[in-house]
């Protein structure tokens, strides 16, 4: 049982040490009674650019919680006892086999670490590469266009997000969240990850995190077999016996599907088999460069540059009342690059990636717009996944060719003109580009949402709807296009001991949600068997 206090709020020149005599305030004791405290929150008020503030949230304990708390009568502060605790108490049924992972993404990274340390001793098998040679391999396509189909942006250790922002903000409300910190922290991301309003790792620190996290479940007792690919799973009476592992047949009781949601293959093969999915909105759209200084001035105005502000982040929402659709950043990446983030041949995706020092140049973040199943052709579940591709390989041919990106000046694009020339932001994207127009390769409404947005978006930033801010296409890869349909024990509703979730599966977007949905599903699993 703690005591925690929100709202302590300190100017960006006071000291740290201001804290203690804040909370002595708030607590009405003496600075002496106050023996050690936690930051469990620290977040940026820049409502008033004049005086923006850090606002932390304290968590301490003392001889009289209770009481104290009940003397003060302040909603500010309270007795906090929700704590996530992570032993699960074992099943009775056996296991004929040891539970199998597929995916080392963060859902399948932190199923296989819990199931570890409970003593399972997981499968966990990976298509793609171990994160030090999958980064040799995506530097390589990054210079010079050669996709490796199996190990790339999308497939291989870590997932996606070994090559993004390594952004670990959530929506839910989990204290798994907790868990996942303190792992990531053990694992060699920076302590500060645990109590920063919007924390981020960066793909450089986050790479040595993954592989620290691998080998602790190997320690453990877990295996990790790399390019190693699901072909197909066998099943019975509607209960799962086997997997198809490059050619290899494996028993299996207990299957955690944390595939990606670029496993468009395995989506395929799902469909084949008779697993239930329904399909599901996502957005699609284009990456948005800005300079960093310009968005920094435009959050933080004359204190932009102050050493304790970071680069500055946003996130904008609009409502297109004209299409009845939203359009809104998404994975905004401060000081990043914009990277090629193609899985499939001569199809062509864009993202966004940052290092943790976030200290490149340019600002970029998806700019996109929703669709949804009334928008997607066809009667297949997975005809979203085929709207996707067909923007994709449109994109690839606007670019023409070998996975250069097509993109257009804001300005030229808001008065549907191809450009010819660069303004004063340059193009992050690898290996290159060509100028293009958007309306080659995008839907006319996701075209409309964006102009839509524009004015509306200037108008929180100023500048963002700078001339020539560039745009570069396309992003299509925002979430799942299906969701793996599950039952109350997590399981697909079609076959018994088939575990669908993370982000591939829909029910996750982000790396923290994704990795708190593989702890669910590991739990779940405990919770039934016996351990190895």
Not at 194 to 206: C, F, R, S
Not at 209 to 217: A, L
Request: proline residues 4%; contains cysteine; hydrophobic residues 35%.
């Amino acid at each position: 049982m703690t005591i925690r206090i929100n709202n302590i709020n300190l100017g960006l020149d006071d000291d740290k040490k201001l804290i203690k005599k804040k909370i002595s305030k708030k607590l009405r004791i003496s600075v002496d009674e106050i023996k050690d405290f936690k930051i469990v929150r620290e977040s940026l008020d820049a409502r008033n650019k004049d005086n923006i503030k850090l606002t932390y949230a304290i968590e301490l304990e003392h001889k009289d919680e209770e009481k104290l708390v009940n003397r003060i009568h302040d909603n500010d502060v309270r007795i906090d006892v929700s704590k996530y605790d992570p032993d699960v108490e074992p099943g009775n049924e056996i296991l004929n086999s040891r539970p199998v992972v597929v995916g080392l993404g963060p859902t399948g990274l932190f199923s296989a670490l819990m199931l570890a340390q409970k003593g399972y001793k997981p499968l966990v098998i990976e298509r793609g590469e171990d994160v030090d040679k999958r980064t040799e391999t995506v530097d390589k396509f990054w210079k010079t266009g050669e996709l490796n189909l199996e190990s790339n942006v999308q497939f291989g250790e870590g997932g996606a997000g070994s090559f993004s922002d390594g952004k670990l903000t959530t929506r839910i409300k989990d204290r798994k969240c907790d868990y996942v910190l303190a792992e990531l922290v053990n694992a060699g991301a920076p302590s500060e990850i645990t109590y920063e309003a919007k924390p981020h790792v960066g793909t450089d620190i986050l790479k040595d995190v993954v592989k620290n996290i691998r080998n602790k479940i190997i320690a453990l007792g877990g295996e990790v077999k790399f390019s190693s690919k699901l072909e197909y799973i066998k099943s019975s009476d509607g209960k799962i016996k086997s997997i198809i592992v490059n050619g290899d047949e494996i028993p299996c009781d207990a299957l955690v599907l944390a595939l990606g949601h670029s496993s468009r293959d395995t989506y395929e093969m799902l469909s084949d088999i008779g697993v239930f999915m329904e399909p599901k909105a996502f957005a699609i759209g284009v990456r948005i460069e800005h300079p960093q200084e310009m968005i920094n001035v435009g959050q933080y105005g004359k204190m932009a540059n102050h050493p304790r502000l970071h680069a500055a982040s946003y996130n904008l929402t609009y409502q297109s009342r004209a299409l009845n659709r939203g359009v809104y950043s998404f994975c905004m990446c401060p000081g990043g690059v914009v990277v090629a983030a193609a899985s499939e041949e001569k199809r062509l995706v864009s993202n966004g990636m940052s290092y943790h020092a976030r200290d490149l140049e340019n600002s970029n973040s998806a700019l996109v717009v929703t669709v949804g199943p009334d928008d997607f052709e066809g009667n297949s579940v997975l005809k979203g996944m085929e709207f996707q591709r067909h923007y994709e390989a449109l994109a690839y041919k606007v670019g023409g060719g070998e996975y250069k990106a097509p993109v257009q000046l804001l300005g030229d694009f808001m008065n549907d003109r191809k450009s010819s020339k660069l303004g004063a932001v340059t193009p992050s994207y690898k290996p290159g580009y060509e100028f293009a127009d958007m309306r080659e390769c995008l839907p006319k409404f996701v075209v409309d949402g964006i102009k839509d947005s524009i004015n509306n978006f200037d108008r929180k930033i100023k500048g963002y709807g700078r001339q020539d801010a560039v745009l570069t296409g396309i992003e299509t890869r925002t979430s799942a296009p299906v969701k793996i349909t599950r039952n109350e024990n997590l399981e697909s509703i079609s076959i018994s001991g088939l575990y669908p979730c993370g982000e591939g599966a829909g029910f996750a977007g982000g790396i923290v949600s994704a990795a708190v949905d593989g702890i669910k599903v590991a739990e779940r699993i405990i919770s039934k068997y016996k351990p190895l």
